[in-house]
């Protein structure tokens, strides 16, 4: 359904679950940034009212994430940690050429964020199949669905804004690009790690 040329081992999981905080305190951050990038384009395509008000409703819902696992962290004890950079996400950024054309921005800003969401849902899936700790795999699996839709919506909004065809090629190289770079992943207790 994702259409990911890249799968997650299970031993990725092993890696997060012995680093729980650290893994909390990563996808705590990672929702806060996917608020942060509605909520700025909403600030750049203001004009644009059905993306404004699907962005609106995401911004919302991510912040309401971020909440959850703060919330589950505070209840096992954790604190938050400092934010780091997510270079997964710095390096899909770059994949595409700058471009002055706002329509081409912004469609390359949707698959962007389609495919981070993609990737955190497969990893959301990954996490909660290989969790013996039930408060933690129903917590994941419940996240993941959520991931899905914004996946779905991201794409849906790139390919209203420009002909399917060149979304879709443009789509096609920017999930090989990433399944390349995920070869090198898999190794850190980091939602995109």
Same mark, same amino acid.
């Given at each position: 359904m994702l259409g990911l040329q890249f799968e997650t081992a299970?031993?990725?999981?092993?890696?997060?679950?012995?680093?729980?905080?650290?893994?909390?305190t990563d996808h705590a951050f990672l929702e806060q940034k996917a608020a942060s990038n509605a909520?700025? *384009?909403? *600030?750049n395509y203001s004009e644009e009212t059905e993306l404004v008000?699907?962005?609106? !409703?995401?911004?919302?819902?991510?912040?309401? $994430?971020?909440?959850?696992? $703060?919330?589950?962290?505070v209840k096992r004890g954790m604190v938050l940690g400092r934010e780091q950079k997510n270079d997964y996400a710095i390096r899909l950024q770059k994949f595409f050429n700058k471009t002055k054309d706002r329509t081409d921005a912004l469609v390359q800003r949707l698959?962007?964020?389609?495919?981070?969401?993609?990737?955190?849902?497969?990893?959301?899936?990954?996490?909660?199949? !290989?969790?013996?700790?039930?408060?933690?795999?129903k917590f994941y699996k419940n996240l993941m669905i959520s991931e899905a839709g914004h996946y779905s919506t991201f794409l849906q909004f790139a390919r209203e804004y420009q002909d399917r065809e060149i979304v879709d090629k443009k789509w096609n190289a920017l999930l090989a690009f990433e399944a390349e770079m995920m070869k090198e992943r898999g190794n850190s207790a980091k939602i995109h790690g």
């Open positions: 299970t031993s990725w999981a092993e890696i997060a679950k012995v680093n729980l905080e650290q893994i909390l909520v700025s *384009i909403i *600030i008000k699907e962005m609106s !409703n995401i911004a919302i819902e991510e912040m309401q $994430h971020f909440k959850m696992v $703060h919330l589950l962290m698959l962007v964020a389609a495919l981070i969401e993609a990737r955190s849902c497969e990893r959301f899936k990954v996490f909660s199949e !290989n969790m013996e700790d039930e408060e933690l795999s």
